[in-house]
């Protein structure tokens, strides 16, 4: 199973006053997706733009189709950590991650098997790719 990130355009039937003048909003909706067992069709990406490229900061599995500074949200499938582009080092607190640092989030991997206990059951084993060497 991968997760996916899926972004939609809307039209808002909100409108905003600026000057006088009414604006339409356009906003974007972010949902992940578990894709898995096939499903990687139907969600309009295969199997192969998914396989994992460069290492997740927290598991070191090889699981993030882009370099991590590009990987916006993306979450390992590994460790379920929730990629930060926006963290300047490992001991600050991540949004993304509901506050824990990347350190917690490396040692709680180290000792379960993922970055938050609450998040284990939906982590998986690495693939034999995917283990770092």
Same mark, same amino acid.
Not at 24 to 48: C, K, L, T
Not at 97 to 103: A, D, Q, V, Y
Not at 111 to 123: E, M, T
């Given at each position: 199973?991968?997760?996916?990130?899926?972004?939609?355009?809307?039209?808002?039937?909100?409108?905003?006053?600026?000057?006088?003048?009414?604006?339409?909003?356009?906003?974007?909706?972010?949902?992940? $997706?578990?894709? @898995?067992? @096939? !499903?990687?069709? %139907?969600? @309009?990406?295969?199997?192969?733009?998914?396989? @994992?490229?460069? &290492?997740? &900061?927290?598991?070191?599995?090889?699981?993030?189709?882009? &370099?991590?500074?590009?990987?916006? %949200?993306?979450?390992? &499938?590994?460790?379920?950590?929730?990629?930060?582009?926006?963290?300047?080092? !490992?001991?600050?607190?991540? !949004?993304?991650?509901?506050? $824990?640092?990347?350190?917690?989030?490396? %040692?709680?991997?180290?000792?379960?098997?993922?970055?938050?206990?609450?998040?284990?059951?939906?982590?998986?084993?690495?693939?034999?790719?995917?283990?770092?060497?």
């Amino acid at each position: 199973m991968a997760i996916m990130l899926h972004f939609t355009m809307h039209s808002s039937n909100k409108n905003s006053h600026t000057n006088g003048e009414f604006m339409m909003r356009n906003d974007f909706i972010y949902s992940p $997706m578990a894709v @898995g067992h @096939g !499903d990687e069709q %139907a969600a @309009g990406s295969s199997e192969e733009s998914l396989k @994992g490229k460069y &290492p997740c &900061p927290c598991c070191k599995c090889i699981t993030l189709p882009v &370099p991590p500074e590009e990987a916006i %949200a993306y979450i390992c &499938p590994v460790c379920f950590w929730e990629n930060d582009v926006f963290i300047s080092g !490992d001991d600050e607190e991540s !949004d993304e991650n509901h506050g $824990m640092t990347l350190n917690e989030a490396q %040692a709680n991997y180290r000792k379960i098997g993922a970055c938050s206990p609450d998040l284990l059951k939906h982590v998986r084993k690495p693939k034999p790719e995917e283990v770092p060497k």
